[in-house]
T-cell receptor, first 113, second 112 residues
Framework: GAGVSQSPSNKVTEKGKDVELRCDPI?????LYWYRQRLGQGLEFLIYFQGNSAPDKSGLPSDRFSAERTGESVSTLTIQRTQQEDSAVYLC???????????FGDGTRLSIL | DAKTTQPTSMDCAEGRAANLPCNHSTISGNEYVYWYRQIHSQGPQYIIHGLKNNETNEMASLIITEDRKSSTLILPHATLRDTAVYYC?????????????FGAGTRLFVKA
């Protein structure tokens, strides 16, 4: 069956530009998560959605970062006025419910020039 | 969520069992032990999880000590494709997100 799909797989942009990253979770998964992974490091939690509400957005690093989710499907992570320190792989995961294991996409590799 | 400690790296010969340890001495009664792995350039892949009983699935076995302060992930017949970073995570299932608990993990090298 289809897994978690993320697009684009790679994004290169200039400092100061806005970027939008997309995540299509597994159909029927109510929980959706965004993480950031810097080169050679572990995963850093950003935000968690249950349905289209975000009960935990404690990991968003600044107000330049925002995310939304439409119903129990696609989510977008938006980074405004990108900075070089935003360069990382942005991973999305979904799970059938909050207490179920998470299934990850292969991420979007974001490079800020 | 409780903190976990894993060795930085391990080697294993192809065809042999790979035993990956994890210490979680501050684990709480309602926290599960989860294992994920990440192969280069891919997202993390769920392997197995458990509370206190040993668990087995098609990928691996999870052995949790009686006091739950440590666990071991066992890949019974390691292949070259099992070379990856293995993450041990402890969390209560009704909390949202894994926050920053994905640490450095154990880098497993399976050698021919």
């Amino acid at each position: 069956g289809a897994g978690v799909s993320q697009s684009p797989s790679n994004k290169v942009t200039e400092k100061g530009k806005d970027v939008e990253l997309r995540c299509d979770p597994i159909s029927g998964h109510t929980a959706l998560y965004w993480y950031r992974q810097r080169l050679g490091q572990g995963l850093e939690f950003l935000i968690y959605f249950q349905g289209n509400s975000a009960p935990d957005k404690s990991g968003l690093p600044s107000d330049r970062f925002s995310a939304e989710r439409t119903g129990e499907s696609v989510s977008t992570l938006t980074i405004q006025r990108t900075q070089q320190e935003d360069s990382a792989v942005y991973l999305c995961a979904s799970s059938l419910a909050r207490d179920q294991p998470q299934h990850f996409g292969d991420g979007t590799r974001l490079s800020i020039l | 969520d409780a903190k976990t400690t894993q060795p930085t790296s391990m080697d294993c010969a192809e065809g042999r069992a790979a035993n990956l340890p994890c210490n979680h001495s501050t684990i709480s009664g309602n926290e599960y032990v989860y294992w994920y792995r990440q192969i280069h350039s891919q997202g993390p892949q769920y392997i197995i999880h458990g509370l206190k009983n040993n668990e087995t699935n098609e990928m691996a076995s999870l052995i949790i000590t009686e006091d739950r302060k440590s666990s071991t992930l066992i890949l019974p017949h390691a292949t070259l494709r099992d070379t990856a970073v293995y993450y041990c995570i402890v969390r209560a299932p009704n909390t949202g997100g894994f926050k920053t608990i994905f640490g450095a993990g154990t880098r497993l090298f399976v050698k021919a």
